[in-house]
């Protein structure tokens, strides 16, 4: 028999001693333990029911910690409006979070956005750029993506990714600023 406790900020299982640890160490504003914390609240287990929003806000501490997976997460949760309001802005600045951390799939997602002009400023150039990085890291459909932009850009346009792909590899991406 499974005992649920209710506790101000979270819900325990027979007070199981993994999860005690997790929210002590998420509650010192510890990254990986606030996303750990926050797939626990998303799927539920270990005793945990899913509460989507304790994993939104454990996501976002998270991802303000600098875990790149719970970045990813929220790109996604804001791009298909799961659990958030859909918001194409939101979904692409948590997308370069991830992306400019070499997240290939974050950057596959960041690379589609700016290829179809969604929550960011329309560009070609860059949408190459991102998805040259995923296809560096054998991303799915990258490589088909970049032939597909290539054969509609010039050489001088080529040229230029090549540049932006170089200095998002050797330069933090501000990503406030998509």
Do not use: H
């Not at 600098?66 to 948590?94: F, H």
């Not at 932009?149 to 230029?160: F, I, N, Q, W």
């Not at 200095?167 to 406030?176: A, L």
């Amino acid at each position: 028999m499974v005992v649920l406790i209710a506790l101000p900020n979270f819900c325990l299982a027979d007070d199981d001693p993994y999860i005690r640890q997790l929210q002590d160490l998420a509650g010192q504003d510890d990254g990986e333990s606030q996303f750990a914390l926050a797939l626990l609240y998303e799927y539920g287990g270990q005793g945990v029911a899913p509460d989507p929003d304790k994993a939104v806000a454990l996501f976002m501490q998270a991802a303000e910690a600098g875990i790149p997976t719970a970045c990813l997460y929220l790109g996604i949760k804001y791009e298909n409006g799961s659990d958030v309001v859909r918001n194409l802005t939101m979904a692409g600045n948590w997308y370069c979070c991830a992306a400019q951390k070499g997240w290939a799939m974050a950057q596959f997602f960041l690379a589609e956005l700016y290829k179809k002009g969604k929550g960011v400023k329309k560009d070609n150039l860059l949408a190459l750029a991102w998805y040259g990085l995923a296809e560096e890291q054998d991303y799915p459909g990258a490589k088909e993506a970049m032939m597909q932009l290539t054969r509609e850009m010039s050489e001088a346009d080529r040229e230029k990714v090549d540049s932006l792909r170089a200095g998002i590899r050797n330069s933090k991406v501000d990503c406030s600023k998509l």
